[in-house]
């Protein structure tokens, strides 16, 4: 058996095996090639797709660039998947020749999870389509209400009307930016009865029916939300509560402040919550892919962020006690202390340079010259992977919305193929009279998405876009 020699012809490639490697690992499909003559051709073609006896020679149709990978494990031990091979389709064939996923090196192993993280986003995009196209009839009206109003305002490509309210939206939200910018130039302000300033009420109005169309959208989307819990703990949510909630704080300080505290205290109070307006501005991410991408890359390059950090403090550290100790010989000097040189080396590494602050010996301006040349190097480094991070996720999402798109066209092909195919069978079945009107009717009543909600299943007789990465 250690001798023994098979012949292998996977998609016009022949290998020649030996019973000593193969039996490495008799659980894999090759190992058990060695086995199965004795037991007859039934035993034979349970493992192959075809067999020639005068040449001992076993045909399989499978992808022969992978099995060229696969076989590595029975002479090295371990597997690598060879550049442009699909991580999902190799997977597969590793599954075929029953090799364990454990001999797929690290490295192509990571691949294999980008990948099935793509696909189950394309899944999960197309599984959310498919839900706000299908309709429950066993669902309540407010039920259906709520599901509407969601859509509504949560979905603004789902119709016309919600692109609408998503414009409207965004126009109150810059209308309030706006207003709240304008309010604090002194010639558009008016004098109250006391001599203090205060925004003129025109713009006070505008600012109270933005404030009314942001409260109504909150408490629509709250109230129409699948889940509650998610939704009050999302960063955006959170963010327009933050842009609503010093309105009524500061009207409710400013009707009933006065009698709990003093007048002063209720005005300060009332000017550090109106500050809070600039939190409104973060709505904007909302309706805006850009914004969203951008912060994702940040969250994905906390890394190169924290190494910017790090190069600055160490630099702005060292130039600043480098600068107070150079200074200190000139009588007119500038740096009282290293804790004040701080700011000098702040606004000199990242090339700002407010004149403020500034050297006057010769050794001193050597030294700033020196940090700010170490400072547009340290901030230059880290900005390629940042940027490559933005570009790589922003293209992903592209592919992901592409790849959605054209499941769904497969879908709908399909359906329609199998529409036409099923209709062609019972018209002839109803020629025979070998089908019941009852029966033929309630066949034709399935919807789009109970048709082709098993395509996103892990079923492997259905070889889709999902499944063969294609």
């Known amino acids: 058996n250690e001798e023994a020699e098979i012949v292998v012809n996977v998609g016009g490639v022949r290998q020649v095996f ?14 058990e090639l060695i086995n199965c003559l004795s037991g007859g051709y039934d035993s034979i073609f349970s493992l192959c797709d075809d067999y020639d006896p005068g040449k001992r020679e076993f045909y399989f149709d499978r992808d022969p660039d992978a099995f060229k990978c696969i076989i590595d494990v029975y002479y090295f031990g371990e597997i690598h998947m060879k550049k442009g091979i699909c991580p999902i389709c190799f997977k597969n064939e590793m599954e075929f020749w029953k090799v364990d996923l454990k001999f797929l090196d690290d490295c192509c192993k990571t691949h294999l999870s980008e990948k099935k993280e793509e696909l189950e986003e394309i899944a999960r995009r197309v599984q959310l389509i498919l ?28 119709s016309y009307p919600a692109r609408v309210i998503a414009v409207l939206s965004f126009l109150f939200i810059l209308i309030s930016s706006i207003v709240m910018c304008v309010g604090t130039i002194p010639d558009l302000q008016v004098v109250d009865a006391e001599g203090n300033r205060m925004e003129h009420p025109t713009l006070d109005s505008i600012e109270t029916a933005c404030i009314g169309w942001f409260t109504v959208e909150y408490v629509l989307r709250l109230i129409s939300s699948p889940n509650k819990l998610h939704f009050v703990l999302s960063f955006m949510n959170i963010v327009d509560v933050l842009a609503i909630l010093p309105f009524y704080v500061s009207l409710t300080l400013t009707h009933l402040g006065a009698k709990l505290m003093e007048l002063s205290n209720v005005q300060q109070a ?26 994702y890359a940040l969250k994905r ?33 500038l740096f009282k202390s290293i804790p004040q040189s701080f700011w000098w ?6 090339t700002v340079g407010y004149g403020d602050i500034y050297p006057k010996t010769t050794l001193g301006k050597l030294n700033a010259a020196i940090s700010f040349l170490c400072g547009v190097i340290a901030i230059a480094l880290p900005i390629h992977p940042i940027i490559n991070n933005f570009v ?7 592919v992901l919305e592409t790849a959605a ?11 329609a193929e199998g529409k036409a195919a099923s209709s062609k069978s019972e018209l002839e079945d109803l020629a025979k009279g070998g089908k019941e009107g009852p ?32």
Not at 18 to 31: I, V
């Open 18 to 31: 030996y019973g000593g490697n193969l039996n490495q690992y008799p659980e894999t499909r090759l190992a």
């Open 131 to 158: 839900d706000d196209l299908g309709v429950d009839a066993s669902e309540s009206r407010w039920k259906k209400c709520q599901k509407y109003i969601w859509k509504f305002l949560e979905k603004p490509e789902s």
């Open 270 to 295: 009332v000017q550090a919550l109106r500050i809070m307006r600039i939190a409104r501005i973060f709505k904007l991410a909302r309706h805006s892919s850009g914004l969203q991408t951008l912060t």
């Open 301 to 333: 390059s906390f890394k190169e962020l924290g190494l910017l950090l790090m190069y600055l403090a160490v630099g702005i550290f060292v130039f600043s006690a480098l600068g107070y100790t150079m200074e200190q010989s000139h009588p007119e000097t």
């Open 345 to 350: 080396a702040i606004i000199t590494m990242t």
């Open 392 to 398: 790589r996720y922003y293209n992903k999402q592209r």
């Open 405 to 415: 798109k054209h499941e769904l066209e497969l879908m709908e092909l399909n359906s």
């Open 439 to 470: 029966f033929y009717s309630s066949r034709l009543k399935v919807s789009h998405s109970d048709t082709f909600i098993h395509l996103l299943s892990e079923e492997k007789h259905y070889r889709t876009r999902l499944q063969s990465c294609k």
